[in-house]
């Protein structure tokens, strides 16, 4: 099967982060098995679930199906300076463009405020995402502060609208 020309290929670790960006860009529904997967003709999301091992599975589907020119992994995350507040977006991966740049730390599993974090940014997904998307591919990670690494967890509609408010400046990297 030839794969399918895209323009860019979005991840999210949870359908509640890639909500607002399925209505953002008008995309449909083309997969529920094994991952959720929504297109239209330039833009591709796959939906892994949280973790490492969902993300390289989820990951390799979507590059066996897509040839994309762009990569982006959006999400939440957790974030080791109090000072900053939570709906902060930042980008993980480049310094020199107009959002922020903070250093991120993948964990296997969450964490809190007690352990030893050297990173401003924590997840589960950003490097296994880095390490998973060909170096041809132009990628990006953006992350939205959902918390101070303590032991709440946002709700699904928290997650919908940290993502919703940061799609207008993020949504650029998108060809």
């Not at 091992?53 to 992994?73: D, G, M, R, W």
């Not at 959002?99 to 296997?108: G, W």
């Not at 940014?121 to 939205?144: H, M, Q, W």
Request: charged content about 20%; hydrophobic content about 45%.
């Amino acid at each position: 099967m030839q794969k399918l020309k895209i323009k860019t290929l979005i991840h999210t670790a949870l359908v509640a982060e890639a909500k607002p960006i399925i209505r953002f860009f008008a995309l449909t529904c083309k997969s529920r098995i094994p991952f959720n997967i929504y297109a239209n003709d330039d833009i591709a999301l796959i939906v892994s679930g949280i973790g490492e091992e969902k993300t390289k599975k989820a990951l390799s589907l979507a590059l066996s199906l897509f040839n994309p020119c762009v990569a982006i992994n959006v999400g939440i995350a957790g974030c080791s300076d109090k000072n900053i507040k939570i709906g902060s977006l930042f980008c993980a991966t480049h310094k020199d463009i107009f959002i922020p740049y903070a250093s991120l730390t993948s964990y296997k599993s969450g964490v809190s405020s007690g352990e030893n974090v050297d990173s401003c940014l924590v997840d589960e997904e950003g490097e296994v995402f880095l390490s998973s998307i060909p170096a041809n591919v132009e990628r990006y990670i953006f992350k939205v502060v959902s918390d101070h690494l303590d032991i709440s967890i946002p709700t699904k509609a928290q997650v919908n609208s940290l993502i919703q408010k940061t799609l207008p400046l993020w949504s650029v990297y998108a060809r």
